[in-house]
Nanobody
Framework: EVQLVESGGGLVQPGGSLRLSCAAS????????MNWVRQAPGKGLEWVAA??????NYADSVKGRFTISRDNAKNTVYLQMNSLKPEDTAVYYC??????????WGQGTQVTVSS
């Protein structure tokens, strides 16, 4: 059974930090590009960051503040989020995508940035 399980969300003050984790199982993790995607209240999905085997990419809205990384030995992808802003409030989803098209989604973890 394929699973992507996110953790690490919560309530944080503006300027604070959180690290999200996404533990994968049921597929060959190292063969998949990994993404973080978020959905703010009342809005559509917004791609945040991606990591392949050796490259990373970021949305302009998080560049310089967020860092995506992966540990293939642990089948886990991370999102380190620093200098958080209220507009970063969203449900954050982990997404796995194979180059041939198959993809999987996690259930999401809530991040709330508020004083």
């Amino acid at each position: 059974e394929v699973q992507l399980v996110e953790s690490g969300g919560g309530l944080v003050q503006p300027g604070g930090s959180l690290r999200l984790s996404c533990a994968a199982s049921g597929f060959t993790f190292s063969n998949y590009y990994m993404n973080w995607v978020r959905q703010a209240p009342g809005k559509g999905l917004e791609w945040v960051a991606a990591i392949t085997t050796s490259t990373t990419n970021y949305a302009d809205s998080v560049k310089g503040r967020f860092t995506i990384s992966r540990d293939n030995a642990k089948n886990t992808v991370y999102l380190q989020m620093n200098s958080l802003k209220p507009e970063d409030t969203a449900v954050y989803y982990c997404h796995a995508r194979h180059v041939y098209g198959s993809d999987f989604w996690g259930q999401g973890t809530q991040v709330t940035v508020s004083s």
